[in-house]
């Protein structure tokens, strides 16, 4: 009897516990929830789950699915996936053994799925997100970009002349709204507005084309937005905010490169999981590298791209004094998540202070918004035209932009040395161009820009080559 009633009492204490059976110890708990979206590229599917899953995904053919098997977990009552929608023709579920609850996506076509988990937010479960991406061929990445240039040195000695790709990452959205005005402005419109304006500026210029990280409110982790534009084999990459502080007085536009420390984390991550991680643009692998030559390929991956996200952000901020206020008159630099690609020249621009009433206002305001991206590409266009990566049009056709008139309007904080290093000429072309006695110039005059005959700095070689933030 003593033997049963421990026996009892054993069983008893572990249901109370919620141990119950070994299958409860890792159950996923209810699905409570299904959600479908079209998310720019690819179809979004968001699963939203009682505990964190156990799961496991694979892709059958003819027809094509996607399988998602999730152990010890069960439908939550009153469960109906969200409407189909992208390459998501149905949602079916099953449970093909005991303790395992399997849901199947009925797809147009063959896809290549990514997946990470959400942990808990406010009020909510935790989140299994799957992204149905196009599928490549065998060896390629998927890409965004649908232009179809290539980046290949064989391309490059064929002749064909590639677009500059120029990354744009609104921030926040979806659950993440980012910051709030006085007035109720998020800050996650703010930036989807401003990116969208940018994207159409930098579409018109030659030679240049834009992809839009983010296309609408949906919240995308920060590692994938900077993945998603290595992926894109972008040269560039421009995260866009609008700041907030305390203070509502605070004011003015900053320019962010990511600091030594966040470049020293990154490295770290990258060599720890090399075996894992795709190649560095242009071909460079890491899985089949001793540690030391390993660490020595990424350090100068890095210090070339940290260099050439220096010098594009200093124009940028220069262009966006013309604009307006800028709250520091440097380059400034932070741990930022999104700035970590070791690869891709990236920078964060606060545009203004949303905090500000006054800021808010112009960031509300059309004219302004476009003001403002005027001014980016007008810094992202100095730069590669000055410094154009090989095999580009902007490359192709760099004499012809050297031997055109270029003007360049002065502002604050500008000097007549400054100007002729960003333009890549001489102080004395200059001074001889605009008949000037002296080195003063005035805010706001406008200066002609003559020809270069040599660049004053060193060509960036494109990267390809050679403690979390919540940005």
Partial sequence: MRRYSALWLTLTLASMLGLGTPDRAWAAGELRALGLLEAGDHTRVELTLARQPDYKIFTLDNPHRLVLDLRGAELGAGFTPGPATGVVLGVRTGKPEPGQLRVVLDLVEGVQPRSYLIPPGQGGGHRLVVELHGAAAPG????????????????????????????IDAGHGGRDPGARGPAGTWEKNITLAVSRELANKIDAEPGMKAVLIRTGD?????????RKAREARADLFISIHADAFHKPTA???SVFVLSRHGASSEAARWLADRENAADLVGGVKLDDKDNTLAAVLLDLSQSATMKASEDVANNVLNALKRVGKTHKPQVERANFVVLRSPDVPSMLIETAF???PGEERKLNDPVYRRRLAEAIRDGVRDYFHAQPPPGTWIAANADRHRGGIREHIVARGDTLSSIAARHGVTVAQLRSANRLQGDVVRIGQRLS???????????????SVGAASTR
């Fill in 251 to 253: 004011a003015g536009a």
């Fill in 449 to 463: 820009i003559p020809a270069a005959t040599a660049s004053t700095g060193g060509s960036v070689t494109s990267p």
């Fill in 218 to 226: 949906y919240f995308i982790p920060l590692q994938q937005r900077y």
């Fill in 354 to 356: 949303i905090s500000n």
């Fill in 140 to 167: 390629q990445r998927a890409s965004p970009v649908a232009s179809g240039k290539p980046r290949t040195v064989e391309d490059i000695v064929q002749g064909q002349q590639r677009d500059l790709i120029i990354a």
